[in-house]
C-alpha cells in the first residue's frame, strides 16, 4: 500500500502543477484585462457612440436568434433524443458540423448561399430579398453557429426523461403533444436552460461568421465582437472596455449557470 502510494505521489504532484499551469494559462489574461483600465476609461467607453450602438445590436440580434433556436431547435432536439433511427443520427452528426468548422468557413458558405451569386440569392432577390449585410444576415450567422450547441445539449436534457412517464401520460388518456408538454418538457426543462444559455453566450460571441456574412458596419450590422475589432485599430483602451463588458456577461453567465440547480431545488423548498 505505501508503495504504491509512493509511485503514485510524483505522478499527482505532476499532476498538479500541470493542472495548476493550466489554470493559469487559461485565468491570468482575464485578470491582466480585468486590471488593465482604469474606472475612468471605463466612464469613457460606456459613453462612447460605438458602445450603445453596438451593445444594443448585440442583444437585440442574439435575442432572436436565440428565440428563433428555441423554437426550431427544441422539436429538433426531442426527436434527435426519442427516435433510434439511422436517419436520427447521421441528422444529428450534421447538425454539429458548425461546431467544429471554423467561422470563417461558415460565413463564406452562407455567402454562397444567401449572397447575389449564391444558391437561394437569384431566386431571393427576384422577391426583393437582400440577406447580406443587413440586421438580418446578423441574426442568421449566429443561429448558424450556436444552434448545434443547443440542439445537442437539448437532445442530452431530453434523452434523461424515462419512457415509463411518458407512457403512464399515454395511459391516462394524454396525447403525444399533451405527455411532451406536460411531462418531457418540464423535466428536461433544467438542461434546456442551460441549453439555451450556451446558444446564447456562442451568438453573443459570435465574431468570423458575422464579419464575412454580414460587414462591420456602426449602427447596422456592428455588434460587440466586431466593436472591439473596429476599436483595437485606433484605440486599445476603448477595445479593452468593450472586452470587459462582454467578460462580465460571461462571468454573470457562468455564475448563472453554476448555481442553478441549487437555486431551483431552493425555490423547491428541497436541500441542495
Known amino acids: 500500500m505505501r508503495g504504491g502510494s509512493w509511485r503514485q505521489s510524483p505522478l499527482t504532484g505532476i499532476g498538479v502543477l500541470f493542472g495548476v ?17 482604469p474606472a475612468s476609461d471605463l466612464l469613457e467607453g ?13 442583444l437585440r440580434t442574439t435575442l432572436t436568434s436565440l428565440s428563433l433556436t428555441v423554437v426550431l431547435g427544441t422539436p429538433l432536439a426531442w426527436w434527435l433524443a426519442s427516435s433510434s433511427s439511422k436517419t436520427a443520427r447521421v441528422t444529428e452528426v450534421l447538425v454539429g458540423l458548425p461546431i467544429v468548422m471554423p467561422p470563417a468557413v461558415v460565413g463564406v458558405a452562407l455567402l454562397q448561399t444567401f449572397g447575389r451569386e449564391g444558391l437561394l440569392g437569384p431566386a431571393l432577390g427576384s422577391i426583393g430579398i437582400a440577406l447580406p449585410f443587413t440586421a438580418t444576415s446578423v441574426v442568421l450567422a449566429q443561429i448558424v453557429v450556436s444552434a448545434p450547441f443547443f440542439i445537442q445539449a437539448g437532445a442530452s436534457a ?4 424515462r419512457q415509463d412517464m411518458l407512457i403512464v401520460a399515454r395511459t391516462l388518456g394524454a396525447s403525444p403533444p399533451v405527455a411532451f408538454f406536460r411531462v418531457a418538457l418540464p423535466v428536461a ?3 434546456l436552460l442551460v441549453a439555451s444559455s450556451l446558444a446564447w453566450a456562442r451568438a453573443l460571441g459570435e465574431f468570423g461568421a458575422t464579419l464575412l456574412f454580414a460587414g462591420n458596419m456602426p449602427g447596422r450590422t456592428q455588434t460587440m465582437p466586431l466593436a472591439i475589432f473596429y476599436a483595437l485599430e485606433s484605440d486599445v483602451r476603448l477595445a479593452i472596455v468593450f472586452s470587459l463588458v462582454l467578460a462580465a456577461v460571461g462571468v454573470l453567465l457562468l455564475v448563472t449557470l453554476r448555481f442553478f440547480p441549487a437555486l431551483r431545488n431552493f425555490m423547491r423548498g428541497t436541500n441542495p
Open 46 to 58: 460606456a459613453s462612447h457612440p460605438l458602445f450603445a450602438s453596438a451593445l444594443f445590436l448585440s
Open 158 to 161: 431530453f434523452r434523461e426523461v
Open 21 to 37: 499551469t493550466l489554470a493559469g494559462l487559461l485565468l491570468l489574461p482575464f485578470f491582466a484585462l480585468a486590471i488593465s483600465t
Open 189 to 191: 426543462l433544467p438542461g
